[in-house]
């Protein structure tokens, strides 16, 4: 059984600090794993997808990479503002769908 | 693009009522799940439709059912409302198979079953 874990659950950061993001996955054989951005009481937003062949995508601030040997997704955001604070989840896609809990992001002005 | 679109996106029910939750996508996606977001327990799966004419249980299936009406429309029914799924409904989709594709969310339904 897939489990996908996101540590920390919760980090505060100073505004323009990079943030780093975990997901570690205990089943390597995934399609992708994608990364979605959670705002108070809305919809997940789609941030970035690897898939299973790829090592990196980026866009913009946002660089996410994949290391399937070790179970792992980092995302990296780049010089934080206020704005990127939300609730950012991860999601490894094998045979199903498993989400992490989530990491939730303070970015301090 | 309207992408994913539910309705309603609040609901107050009794305990012991029915109802759906509907969900539709403009995207021309062949598949489209239902997920329950639940403090503490994350993103759980409750079903899901790989393609029109089909559904299979998920995660968390006891107490819903649903239909992909076709491809657009995947509704989720709740036929005896519990306290035990008030919670945030979310409905999405991808391209096709069960991951292969980026998925899209719709903005949510907020449940409270009373």
């Known amino acids: 059984k897939q489990e996908v874990t996101q540590i920390p659950a919760a980090l505060s950061v100073p505004e323009g600090e990079n943030l780093v993001l975990n997901c570690s996955f205990t089943d390597s054989a995934i399609y992708n794993l994608q990364w979605f951005r959670q705002d108070p009481g809305k919809g997940l937003t789609s941030l970035l997808l690897i898939q299973s062949s790829q090592r990196e995508q980026t866009s913009g601030r946002l660089n996410a990479s994949l290391d399937k040997s070790s179970g792992r997704s980092t995302l990296y955001i780049a010089a934080s503002q206020p704005g990127d604070s939300a609730t950012y989840l991860c999601?490894?896609?094998?045979?199903?769908?498993?989400f992490g809990g989530g990491t939730r992001v303070l970015v301090k002005p | 693009n309207a992408g994913v679109t539910q309705t309603p996106k609040f609901q107050v029910l009794k305990t012991g009522q029915s109802m759906t939750l509907q969900c539709a996508q403009d995207?021309?996606?062949?598949?489209m799940y239902w997920y329950r977001q639940d403090p503490g327990m994350g993103l759980r799966l409750i079903y899901y439709?790989?393609?029109?004419?089909?559904?299979d249980k998920g995660e968390v299936p006891n107490g819903y059912n649903v239909s992909r009406l076709n491809k657009r429309e995947f509704s989720l029914r709740l036929e005896s409302a519990a306290p035990s799924q008030t919670s945030v409904y979310f409905c999405?989709?991808?391209?096709?198979?069960?991951?292969?594709?980026?998925?899209?969310f719709g903005q949510g339904t907020r449940l409270t079953v009373v």
């Open positions: 439709s790989a393609s029109e004419g089909t559904t």
């Open positions: 999405a989709s991808t391209g096709s198979g069960l991951g292969n594709t980026e998925a899209f």
């Open positions: 995207m021309n996606h062949n598949s």
């Open positions: 999601r490894a896609a094998g045979n199903k769908l498993t």
